[in-house]
């Protein structure tokens, strides 16, 4: 059965299941450089996976082409690294995700908001819908895996499983 997915704040705690979350506010610092400047210290861990994986930086811009409401007719998972979204402007933005597995359960699916500070680390094999902008136009600093292994599933819901995001 189709249901609505209800946004809920992004927190690490509830965020734990499916990685971790990039807050700085969440963070204790300590200066370097002669005190000039706050070092937030390893927010995530970065997994490369099995092989040769290699950790890479990116830049995902992405227009605002999703209409609301929008139907969740697949999800996508990594199963051999993590993958993290740091926004790069400010804006919030919508997270849709559910619990590692063989393929997503529709109905442990989450909708979680960044509020524009907050980034997310996937962990390997969690299930994830890509990126959805609340803005115009959006830009968000990705660190993911490179190596041999493909590391991108996609599974498509049956009609009936579709769930569906309406925003704001």
Same mark, same amino acid.
């Given at each position: 059965?189709?249901?609505q997915?209800k946004?809920?704040p !992004?927190?690490a705690?509830?965020?734990?299941?499916?990685g971790q979350? =990039? &807050?700085r506010?969440?963070?204790?610092?300590f200066?370097?450089?002669s $005190?000039t400047t706050? /070092?937030?210290?390893r927010?995530?861990?970065?997994d490369? $996976?099995? &092989?040769?994986?290699?950790?890479?930086?990116s830049?995902?811009r #992405?227009?605002?082409?999703?209409?609301?409401? %929008?139907?969740i007719a697949? !999800?996508? /998972?990594?199963? +051999? $690294?993590?993958?993290a979204? =740091?926004? !790069?402007r400010? #804006?919030?933005?919508?997270?849709?995700?559910?619990p590692?597995?063989d393929?997503?359960d529709?109905?442990q699916?989450? %909708?979680f =908001?960044?509020?524009?500070?907050?980034?997310?680390n996937?962990?390997p094999g969690?299930w +994830?819908?890509p %990126?959805?902008?609340t803005c115009d136009?959006d830009?968000?600093l990705?660190?993911d895996?490179?190596?041999? %292994?493909?590391?991108?599933?996609?599974?498509?819901f049956d009609?009936?499983q579709i769930h @569906? =995001?309406d @925003?704001?």
């Amino acid at each position: 059965m189709s249901r609505q997915l209800k946004a809920t704040p !992004l927190t690490a705690e509830q965020f734990a299941p499916f990685g971790q979350v =990039i &807050d700085r506010s969440q963070h204790s610092h300590f200066l370097i450089n002669s $005190g000039t400047t706050e /070092r937030y210290h390893r927010m995530a861990q970065v997994d490369t $996976g099995p &092989d040769d994986g290699q950790a890479i930086i990116s830049i995902f811009r #992405k227009p605002k082409a999703d209409q609301f409401p %929008l139907s969740i007719a697949m !999800l996508e /998972r990594h199963p +051999h $690294g993590s993958q993290a979204f =740091i926004p !790069l402007r400010g #804006k919030p933005f919508l997270i849709v995700v559910a619990p590692a597995g063989d393929r997503p359960d529709p109905q442990q699916m989450r %909708l979680f =908001i960044s509020n524009g500070q907050q980034g997310v680390n996937y962990a390997p094999g969690v299930w +994830h819908h890509p %990126l959805i902008v609340t803005c115009d136009e959006d830009e968000l600093l990705v660190v993911d895996r490179a190596g041999q %292994l493909a590391n991108c599933d996609e599974y498509a819901f049956d009609a009936d499983q579709i769930h @569906w =995001i309406d @925003w704001p």
